[in-house]
């Protein structure tokens, strides 16, 4: 099983050594033909309307036409307002994978940034988040499972093959995270739920 990570701006490095702590091959992924045979994707934090400009080859249409057949994508930070199917205040929607909106920077800005230990569904307790200029979900559709909130604002949440945060679990030791996507890859490699 190989898992790419998008590798065309943030924490990319962070996000492949918890995938390489869990035993698991990587790639990063910067090219429409770098997604063969990965078996699921990591979009990581960064500024969302940047990754999106330096995406190329139809790389967005590609993961849009891969996330609706239901191959797994996990987006923290910017990686999970590229797969918001709607971003407060007007801006399009890039991969449109999963049925929240979101609002960016919600969490203020980068002076703000701060840990918060959460309780996750599924995941477990006392899980570490790191905040940096965090969008926050402030809708969710009929098929999206809230996994976490913080001060009653969801900020963790999956439907089917998408899971997305709105903090950064790849800044933390803390594997528990990246173990629970894995899972979703397995399922969804095993053809199950």
């Given at each position: 099983?190989?898992?790419?990570?998008?590798?065309?701006?943030?924490?990319?490095?962070?996000?492949i050594?918890?995938?390489?702590?869990?035993?698991?091959?990587?790639?990063?992924?910067?090219?429409?033909?770098?997604?063969?045979?990965?078996?699921?994707l990591?979009?990581?934090?960064g500024?969302?309307?940047t990754?999106?400009?330096?995406?190329?080859?139809?790389?967005?249409?590609?993961?849009?036409?891969?996330?609706?057949?239901?191959?797994?994508?996990?987006?923290?930070?910017a990686?999970?307002i590229?797969?918001?199917?709607?971003?407060?205040?007007?801006?399009?929607?890039?991969?449109?994978?999963?049925?929240?909106?979101?609002?960016?920077?919600?969490?203020?800005?980068?002076?703000?940034?701060?840990e918060a230990?959460?309780?996750?569904?599924?995941?477990?307790d006392?899980?570490?988040?790191?905040?940096?200029?965090?969008?926050?979900i402030t809708?969710?559709?009929?098929?999206v499972?809230?996994?976490?909130?913080?001060?009653?604002?969801?900020?963790?949440?999956?439907?089917?093959?998408?899971?997305?945060?709105s903090?950064?679990?790849?800044l933390t030791?803390?594997?528990?995270?990246?173990?629970?996507?894995?899972?979703?890859?397995?399922?969804?490699?095993?053809?199950?739920?």
């Amino acid at each position: 099983m190989i898992v790419g990570v998008l590798g065309l701006q943030g924490a990319v490095r962070e996000h492949i050594r918890s995938l390489t702590r869990l035993g698991v091959e990587t790639r990063t992924v910067r090219r429409s033909e770098e997604l063969d045979g990965l078996a699921g994707l990591i979009l990581p934090g960064g500024e969302s309307t940047t990754i999106s400009l330096l995406a190329r080859d139809g790389l967005l249409d590609r993961l849009r036409a891969m996330a609706s057949k239901g191959f797994p994508m996990f987006g923290t930070c910017a990686g999970m307002i590229l797969l918001a199917s709607e971003i407060a205040g007007g801006e399009s929607p890039h991969i449109a994978a999963i049925d929240i909106t979101v609002a960016r920077n919600a969490s203020g800005r980068q002076v703000d940034s701060f840990e918060a230990p959460l309780s996750m569904d599924g995941i477990g307790d006392d899980v570490p988040a790191v905040f940096i200029r965090a969008p926050f979900i402030t809708r969710v559709g009929p098929s999206v499972r809230v996994l976490a909130e913080y001060d009653g604002v969801p900020v963790m949440a999956s439907s089917d093959n998408i899971l997305v945060a709105s903090f950064h679990p790849e800044l933390t030791d803390d594997l528990r995270i990246h173990r629970h996507f894995l899972g979703i890859v397995t399922r969804n490699q095993e053809g199950g739920d």
